[in-house]
């Protein structure tokens, strides 16, 4: 049982400056422009370039907008949750790392992975965290650096991915408004469709796992395409189901983005306005668990108190869900 109600109080968002368009990755790869555009939806890529700089950097940054826009001091922020893949280094959590920038020094914190659908899994665990009763501000990030991970001569990866990061402040709701449920599912069977094999405890790192490219993300687009869809559908109509909820109450869904050809069949699927879906994958490509606090920060000034927000997003593992919300403030 919920003691209080666990809300978003604030935005922060980060993405590089270097940009990686469809035209130079056309000098790279067999690609062109057209394919991308018309497979994927993707113009372009935001790339961490910054030698000594990596996913930490970027969720500090993101954070540290949001702390301010909502005046927050770092010292009473008590859990950070790091949403990411590519940690800065395999431990310390990169979590850690981001508290001691921010100067966030009472706080303790945890990487979690659940690839694309981690910021998802992270806001349900910082929502339920507060409802409980036992903190009263969380940091939840969603952080990811694909650029360290991907394999820049193989084409039906290079052209998907971006960097960036998103962070939201959880806080005790003021009002009824705030996280009302979510719908989460993982099923280990999906792995061998999408993965980074090296470098784990099965397959550490040498010689021959860089020689076979292991340190790089794998993926079979088709299956995971189709489980996307089905699975990002299920989870939407279960939420909508168990929250007596017509698709026409829907003020916003907030889906990941990895593919706009996924996000047009859940937008026809939902039976909704384009205008209510959040989209920027045009410009920053799939940023795995950066995508939906990018979206948030993208779209935050146009949020209004008790909008109603469906998020959704589906991801390596197979990880996969729904969250409902309702927002908290007047963004603008
Ligand atoms: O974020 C985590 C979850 N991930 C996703 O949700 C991604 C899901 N999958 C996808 O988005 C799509 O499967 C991709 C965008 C990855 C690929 O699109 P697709 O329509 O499934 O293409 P495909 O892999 O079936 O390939 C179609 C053709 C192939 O040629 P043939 O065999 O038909 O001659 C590929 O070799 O397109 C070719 N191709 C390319 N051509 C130009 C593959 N990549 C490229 C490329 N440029 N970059």
Same mark, same amino acid.
């Given at each position: ?164 990061? =998103?962070?939201? /402040? #959880?806080?005790? $709701? ?6 009302? *449920?979510?719908?989460?599912?993982? %099923? &280990? ?9 090296? =470098?784990?405890? /099965? #397959?550490?790192? $040498? ?6 490219? *292991?340190?790089?993300?794998?993926? %079979? &687009? ?111």
């Amino acid at each position: 049982m919920a003691i209080y109600k666990a809300a978003i109080s604030a935005v922060g968002g980060y993405v590089p400056e270097t940009k990686l368009t469809n035209f130079d990755l056309e000098k790279m790869v067999d690609t062109n422009n057209e394919w991308i555009i018309s497979r994927t939806g993707i113009k372009e890529r935001r790339i961490l370039k910054e030698p000594g700089k990596a996913s930490s950097f970027m969720a500090v940054n993101a954070a540290k907008e949001a702390l301010k826009k909502n005046g927050t001091d770092p010292l009473d922020i008590e859990v950070v949750i790091c949403a990411t893949v590519t940690p800065d280094m395999r431990f310390p959590d990169t979590a850690n790392t981001i508290a001691k920038e921010l100067g966030a020094t009472n706080a303790w914190g945890f990487d979690l992975g659940a690839a694309c659908s981690g910021f998802l899994f992270g806001l349900t665990t910082g929502c339920r965290f507060i409802e409980s009763g036992a903190y009263k501000k969380i940091l939840v990030i969603g952080v990811d650096m694909m650029s360290s991970i991907i394999d820049y001569e193989d084409r039906s990866t290079c052209i998907l991915f971006g960097d960036g990061a =998103g962070c939201v /402040l #959880l806080e005790r $709701s003021e009002d009824d408004n705030g996280f009302v *449920d979510a719908d989460l599912h993982g %099923d &280990g069977n999906g792995a061998q469709y999408l993965n980074m094999r090296g =470098g784990g405890s /099965l #397959l550490p790192t $040498s010689a021959e796992t860089v020689k076979n490219k *292991d340190h790089y993300v794998f993926q %079979d &687009g088709r299956p995971v395409f189709k489980a996307a869809v089905s699975g990002m559908k299920t989870a939407t109509n279960t939420i909508l189901d168990r929250n007596n909820m017509t698709k026409e109450e829907i003020d916003w869904v907030v889906p990941h983005q990895a593919n706009m050809r996924i996000i047009n069949t859940l937008t026809d699927f939902l039976e909704i306005p384009k205008e209510k879906v959040m989209v920027n994958i045009d410009r920053y490509g799939n940023t795995t668990a950066a995508t939906l606090p990018l979206c948030l920060w993208d779209y935050e000034k146009q949020l209004k108190k008790g909008d109603k927000l469906i998020f959704t997003a589906f991801g390596g593992g197979f990880t996969w869900g729904s969250i409902y919300l309702t927002w908290a403030y007047d963004s603008n």
